[in-house]
């Protein structure tokens, strides 16, 4: 079917192929992932190709080392850039590729990238409005706090980007631990390739795989869902671009802007208030979901 194998799992129960938003719900009706597929607007395809060559030329010209063509996600170079903390560092910075900035500060200031970031952000806002102002204002509280921290795109919740560079961009079965673990990570998929050929999106734990046309948007926990995609047949082609947040930029947030150790050493009494809560987090992360019937009822007559 494509260049590199790939055969669904007999673990993989359904199908799913949307042209419409698609809510996927839990058995308490709360909305937890969204295949939210893509604007209808005679210019968006238009604009995801430009983005889909922009971004393609870029990653030829940057002409990546072997080293980066294979990590624990995939087979394929991928550069991240936005906002970072773990690791051991004290504050969070924006994470640092000194050999490849120039090209990210093209990539950013690109108008349809910059379009597709803002698509997904308001998606986001739409379908979890709750979950995403508890984005909102981390966010807005982080960057009143270290100002200096440049943002990827000025119109998007999210503190941190992917850029995967094809041709054919599939993933191995993962997890992004380090995301938000209730969050969203948005992921948009671009390239002249026929998605009910390849390029599907397999939800693991869900059973699912999922049609992932270009220009499609799909909004998923990817730190708690184990999630991957196939190869795009042979001559397709198929990059992707995703957003993100950390988990540990909140935790910062939450700490009074500081470390674990050094929250337990200043402020011993916060420290145990945020540890007890942390056994109760789950269900923090769970009240900030929809549900179908509160985005009905908020939807204008």
Request: glycine share 6%.
């Amino acid at each position: 079917m494509a260049s590199a194998s790939f055969i669904f799992p007999q673990s993989i129960r359904g199908l799913i192929s949307y042209s419409d938003a698609r809510p996927l719900v839990d058995a308490q009706g709360r909305i937890f992932a969204v295949l939210v597929g893509q604007p209808r607007d005679p210019g968006w395809a238009e604009a995801v190709d430009r983005a889909y060559r922009d971004i393609t030329a870029e990653g030829i010209a940057a002409a990546f080392p072997t080293t980066m063509l294979k990590h624990r996600r995939g087979l394929y170079a991928a550069v991240n850039i936005g906002l970072s903390y773990g690791k051991g560092q004290c504050v969070p910075s924006r994470l640092l590729n000194p050999k490849y900035d120039a090209m990210l500060d093209r990539l950013l200031g690109n108008a349809a990238i910059n379009r597709m970031a803002t698509f997904a952000s308001a998606a986001f806002c739409l379908w979890a409005p709750r979950l995403y102002k508890y984005y909102w204002d981390h966010k807005e509280a982080l960057h009143r706090h270290l100002p200096h921290l440049r943002t990827n795109f000025p119109r998007s919740v999210f503190s941190c980007a992917a850029f995967n560079f094809g041709p054919n961009v599939w993933t191995f079965r993962h997890r992004d631990v380090q995301n938000v673990p209730f969050g969203w990570c948005a992921i948009q998929a671009a390239g002249p390739f026929d998605p009910k050929k390849g390029g599907h999106l397999v939800l693991w734990d869900l059973k699912l795989a999922v049609e992932f046309p270009p220009g499609a948007l799909i909004l998923v926990p990817s730190a708690t869902v184990s999630h991957s995609n196939i190869p795009v047949q042979d001559g397709d082609c198929r990059i992707s671009f995703t957003q993100f947040t950390a988990g540990g930029l909140m935790r910062f947030v939450d700490n009074g802007f500081r470390t674990e150790s050094q929250l337990a050493a200043e402020d011993p009494d916060e420290y145990e208030r945020l540890a007890k809560l942390k056994e109760t987090r789950w269900e923090m992360g769970l009240a900030l979901l929809s549900t179908v019937d509160e985005l009905l009822e908020r939807a204008p007559d």
